[in-house]
């Protein structure tokens, strides 16, 4: 099983300011099968990034996905208020499916 | 639009098997795989499997001896148990689509029902 690990845990920063987010799995990550979903208070995950570096259908462009093998990075330009959620990555280059454990986006 | 609509009793005793229901709507049922997710209060995702029209599945090992998924197509739904349960199967379950046509990710999801293990 790959097991993926995010960094930092939580991230403090202002709007308008980068967020890097960072995800490390355990072992190679065949074909950068890496997605990184949205997720905010009460509500479900929603999908952000899926292939490593591919926006889902309405994301804007302020969110890029990059990386391969076994690092991956969620990168959020000129945040916004409603960009405060916790964020995570997941793995579907091998059975089973994993998560990594959330990096949590406070905007000041 | 898509939804997707979990239901199912919010309480379950331990020892006993959790049984949910995902109810399926605005798209197509076939050429995607539904999967089960769950989310225990304040933790992170856990993949428990997924299923596709046909009947295939894929379970996670953590789960693999107590959990089984199957599908209507008739009625396009599909369902998750989840037996043998215990306090650390509370949590928020998800059901969501796996889109294996294009991003082979979880592009939608239900809004997750609470089961709380409890006697």
């Known amino acids: 099983e790959i097991v993926l690990t995010q960094s930092p845990g939580t991230l403090s920063l202002s709007p308008g300011e980068r967020a890097t987010l960072s995800c490390r799995a355990s072992?190679?990550?065949?074909?950068?099968?890496v997605a990184w979903y949205q997720q905010k208070p009460g509500q479900a995950p929603s999908l952000l990034i899926y292939?490593?570096?591919s926006r889902a259908t309405g994301i804007p462009d302020r969110f890029s996905g990059s990386g391969s093998g076994t690092d991956f990075t969620l990168s959020i330009s000129r945040l916004e208020p409603e960009d405060s959620a916790v964020y995570y990555c997941q793995q579907y280059g091998s059975s089973p499916r994993t998560f990594g454990q959330g990096t949590k986006v406070e905007i000041k | 639009q898509v939804q997707l609509q979990e239901s199912g009793p919010g309480l379950v005793k331990p020892s006993e098997t959790l049984s949910l229901t995902c109810t399926v709507s605005g798209t197509s049922f076939t050429n995607y795989y539904w999967s089960w997710i769950r989310q225990p209060p304040g933790k992170g995702l856990e993949w428990i499997g997924h299923i596709y029209y046909t009947g295939r599945i894929d379970y996670s090992p953590s789960f693999k001896n107590r959990v089984t998924i199957s599908v209507d197509t008739s009625r396009d739904l599909f369902s998750l148990k989840l037996s043998s349960v215990t306090a650390a199967d509370t949590a928020v379950y998800y059901c969501a689509r796996l889109d294996i046509l294009i991003s082979d990710a979880f592009d939608v999801w239900g809004q997750g029902t609470l089961v709380t293990v409890s006697s």
């Open positions: 292939g490593a570096s």
């Open positions: 072992q190679f990550v065949s074909r950068s099968y």
